[in-house]
């Protein structure tokens, strides 16, 4: 069992930035995969980054590269995520995942993950 919290959501304007943290406890190692998405309402949760079997790689979503940067605190085990230069379209409640089974190409999916944060609202005003 993986225990994932998050925090760090909020309100911002437009051009702002922000950062936001998912803690995880329990059996986590090398081969966890922690990533975030997002949702709005009335649409699918959405893939944004993540960070790959305890941080070797990075992926984004296209529209945040650039904008948004993945990063890991395997001592704390912790993963981040910086979102800079946000804009009206990044406002969403964004959750944190974990799964120890991916395999790459289904990295982008959210229904391949077993683990998942209680999620945090981001708004973003323009």
């Known amino acids: 069992q993986v225990q994932l919290v998050e925090s760090g959501g909020g309100l911002v304007q437009a051009g702002g930035s922000m950062r936001l943290s998912c803690a995880a406890s329990?059996?986590?190692?090398?081969?966890?995969?922690m990533s975030w998405f997002r949702q709005v309402p009335g649409k699918e949760r959405t893939f944004v980054a993540a960070?790959?079997?305890?941080?070797?790689?990075?992926y984004y979503e296209d529209s945040v590269k650039g904008r948004f940067t993945i990063s890991r605190d395997k001592a704390k085990n912790t993963v981040y995520l910086q979102m800079n230069s946000l804009k009206p379209e990044d406002t969403a409640v964004y959750y944190c995942?974990?799964?120890?089974?991916?395999?790459?190409?289904?990295?982008?999916?959210?229904?391949?993950?077993?683990?998942w944060g209680q999620g945090t609202q981001v708004t973003v005003s323009a």
């Open positions: 329990g059996r986590t190692d090398s081969s966890t995969t």
């Open positions: 960070s790959w079997r305890g941080g070797s790689n990075t």
């Open positions: 995942a974990a799964d120890s089974r991916l395999i790459l190409s289904t990295l982008r999916n959210a229904g391949q993950y077993d683990y």
